[in-house]
């Protein structure tokens, strides 16, 4: 069995004009990264919440419009975010343990 990178494809429905243009876009950089994508189930769950359920090490959409400020907070404890346009890569927040200091 082969192992390989698996990422979370999210399109926000509302900001997308063309949806099935960006789950392509998506789909396409996942390829060029070397990731496999999965996509969530439409849910209320909170987008983190999915994340890490998913167990994915990033979230690829096709712009920062697609997350809210407090999705993209909340992934960065799980995940990094890749977006597309602009072509921009968000790294995990590094935990912050007690007594060790940067």
């Given at each position: 069995?082969?192992?390989?990178?698996?990422?979370?494809?999210?399109?926000?429905?509302?900001?997308?004009?063309?949806?099935?243009?960006?789950?392509?876009?998506?789909?396409?950089?996942?390829?060029?990264?070397?990731?496999l994508?999965?996509w969530?189930?439409?849910?209320?769950?909170?987008?983190?919440?999915?994340?890490?359920?998913?167990?994915?090490?990033?979230?690829?959409?096709?712009?920062?419009?697609?997350?809210?400020?407090?999705?993209?907070?909340?992934?960065?404890?799980?995940?990094?975010?890749?977006?597309?346009?602009p072509?921009?890569?968000?790294?995990?927040?590094?935990?912050?343990?007690?007594?060790?200091?940067?």
């Amino acid at each position: 069995m082969q192992f390989r990178p698996t990422a979370l494809g999210w399109v926000d429905p509302e900001v997308s004009d063309a949806l099935m243009w960006d789950r392509a876009q998506v789909q396409r950089l996942a390829r060029h990264l070397g990731y496999l994508v999965v996509w969530p189930e439409p849910s209320f769950i909170p987008l983190s919440d999915q994340v890490r359920a998913a167990d994915v090490g990033v979230v690829i959409t096709p712009s920062p419009q697609h997350l809210s400020p407090l999705e993209v907070n909340g992934i960065l404890y799980v995940a990094e975010i890749e977006t597309i346009s602009p072509r921009m890569s968000f790294a995990r927040w590094t935990p912050i343990r007690e007594g060790v200091f940067a």
